[in-house]
């Protein structure tokens, strides 16, 4: 009998294409850089794509960033969620210095992928990260890399100081109140009236909570359309940069791997540069602001009216951690304490202050006291009937104000108002602060009213004119005519009055007297006749109504 054996069709078994993709990176944005990265993604799309055994899995490319951090790197991280995700079996890059420089980082990667079974192939060094000798050869390499970048950081740190022993800061740096025309610093004037404000509700005894408050209420925001809040407020309120002046290398960065910042306390140089740009704060104002901040911040809770404090505010420490204790009020929500609620059912108690914000560590041991046993203490201690806050209590009230107002800051403010409001930028009048009252010591103000000639300045007594000091005004072309003759000029000049003449006193109705700068004094006549038509009775009432004082 013959033997049939059935043949079974057999198919060739195809090999299992690679999911092969690359990654790509380059750290500056210049236009070499940016043909680079052009010229990487290029290559790698045709290198894989032209491979039988390969799939193209993508290309990642991570622009103008540095490679010494993971977390900055967004395709890099796409990259490693693809992978995790089993996308990529094999990864391309150009060099160790182009996945990473730092050594960390590229062994813990290099590693990880490893554990699921994806190769990593670097190029220009010729490293396979699955063979044998590869974790040791990348060791190596990428602490080259990591000296590499860190030499380079030392360079740029030292191109950066020389600018600052210069007084050229690094770069156009963002602050409000303030925009960059070329390299000079100049004032936005809507943001400028905002900072002057902060500034004015600190002096006024105002805590930074409230003008937060106060700005929300009012719908003010900062440039990027964001709230005012505390840390804002304070960044406004200690930034020097507002007087006019630049203090370089307020801070560093302290390890060129990490690339963490740290303030500088004194670690490294600062450079102060004076007037560098326009001020929007004086330098009086803004060392004041400083002090009363320092002295609210020795204060603590009590400088800060807009807090919900209590008689026992910052009197309780902790025998513990040395914190103070805080005040700490929630619904009673268990019978064994209604002896200590209030009416409302509220439950008062005083909690040690790392407890209450819940700082890292070890919790603190110290139990919260109730508010009322702390007051029962009280009447015990104190020997009294009954606690009342109003015996260890004080109201404070802010004099900031009037702190400020020494006498010594008084002639420095009247020093300004002399050299800066009067000078010659079209605000101001030569004669503005120059002109005093023989009569009553008061300064003379200037004053426009119609005319037959039309509108013409006169400058008249500001403690009431005519109807006080009797001393009459003198029409402003006539004072400019005198002063001009008494500095010998054919005609007048505000600069060099500015420059000649130190005062002019009215002395009399019809009489002056300019002081000038060298000291000597002459006296000029003016004329008190009145020019035009007699005045009524109602123009008179309504002049003399103009010319009162506030």
């Known amino acids: 009998m013959k033997t049939v054996k059935k043949i079974e069709v057999t198919r060739p078994v195809l090999p299992t294409r690679k999911k092969v993709a690359a990654y790509a990176r380059v750290s500056m944005e210049t236009d070499r850089m940016m043909h680079s990265i052009s010229t990487q993604v290029s290559y790698y799309n045709e290198l894989i794509q032209s491979n039988p055994e390969w799939e193209f899995a993508g290309v990642y490319a991570d622009n103008f960033i540095s490679g010494t ?77 990591q000296e590499e970048s860190r030499s380079i950081s030392e360079n740029a740190r030292w191109a950066i100081q020389k600018r600052f022993e210069k007084g050229i800061p690094n770069g156009h740096f963002r602050v409000y109140g303030y925009r960059w025309e070329d390299d000079q610093l100049v004032p936005v004037p809507e943001e400028a009236a905002i900072v002057k404000r902060i500034y004015q509700n600190f002096l006024d005894g105002k805590s930074r ?28 309120l200690s930034n020097i940069t507002y ?66 404090i209590t008689c026992f505010t910052g009197k309780i420490k902790c025998s513990f951690c040395g914190k103070s204790f805080m005040h700490n009020t929630r619904k009673n929500r268990a019978q064994f304490t209604t002896t200590y609620t209030d009416e409302d059912g509220m439950y008062t108690t005083w909690v040690c202050g790392s407890r209450k914000q819940k700082q890292k560590g070890d919790p603190c041991k110290a139990k ?3 508010d009322k046993i702390l007051k029962a203490c009280c009447v015990e201690v104190l020997g009294i009937d009954e606690f009342d806050d109003e015996e260890v209590t004080k109201e ?17 403010q009247r020093e300004w108002v002399r050299n800066y409001m009067a000078k010659g930028d079209g605000r101001f009048s030569p004669f503005t602060t120059r002109i005093k009252c023989g009569c009553c010591g008061g300064s003379c103000r200037r004053q426009v009213q119609g005319s037959s000639d039309g509108k013409i300045a006169y400058w008249r007594c ?58 000597h004094t002459e006296e000029a006549e003016y004329s008190t006749k009145r020019k035009g038509k007699p005045w009524t009775e109602e123009q008179r009432a309504k002049f003399k109504e103009s010319i009162k004082g506030p």
């Open 69 to 145: 951090a993971i977390d900055r790197r967004p395709e890099f991280k796409r990259l490693l969620d693809d992978c995790e995700a089993g996308k990529i079996d094999i990864v391309l890059t150009k060099s160790i210095s182009r996945f990473a420089r730092n050594t960390v980082d590229l062994l813990e990667t290099v590693r990880h992928l490893k554990e699921l079974g994806i190769e990593v192939q670097f190029e220009k060094e010729h490293i396979n990260s699955l063979s044998d000798d590869g974790e040791l050869m990348l060791s190596l390499l990428a602490s080259f890399a």
């Open 209 to 236: 909570l409230e003008t937060e408050r106060e700005f929300a209420a009012e719908g003010i925001t900062t440039r990027d359309g964001c709230r005012w809040v505390d840390s804002n407020i304070k960044s406004v």
């Open 243 to 308: 007087t006019g002046n630049m203090l370089l290398q307020k801070e560093f960065i302290e390890d060129p791997i990490t690339k963490k910042r740290r303030k500088n306390k004194g670690q490294l140089p600062q450079y102060f540069v004076e007037n560098t740009h326009e001020p929007i704060i004086d330098m009086e104002t803004f060392q004041y602001v400083q002090d009363e901040m320092a002295r609210r911040r020795e204060l603590g809770a009590l400088a800060n009216k807009s807090l919900n």
């Open 368 to 370: 919260e006291i109730p």
């Open 396 to 412: 404070w009230k802010s004099t900031a104000k009037q702190d400020c107002w020494t006498d010594e800051y008084k002639d420095r």
């Open 462 to 519: 500001s403690g009431g004119g005519a109807t006080n000091c009797g001393i009459k005004g003198i029409r402003e072309p006539e004072l400019m005519e005198i002063a001009a003759g008494l500095m010998d000029l054919p005609e007048f000049d505000g600069d060099a009055f500015r420059e000649q003449v130190d005062h002019i006193t009215m002395v009399k109705s019809g009489l002056l007297e300019f002081t000038f700068a060298d000291g």
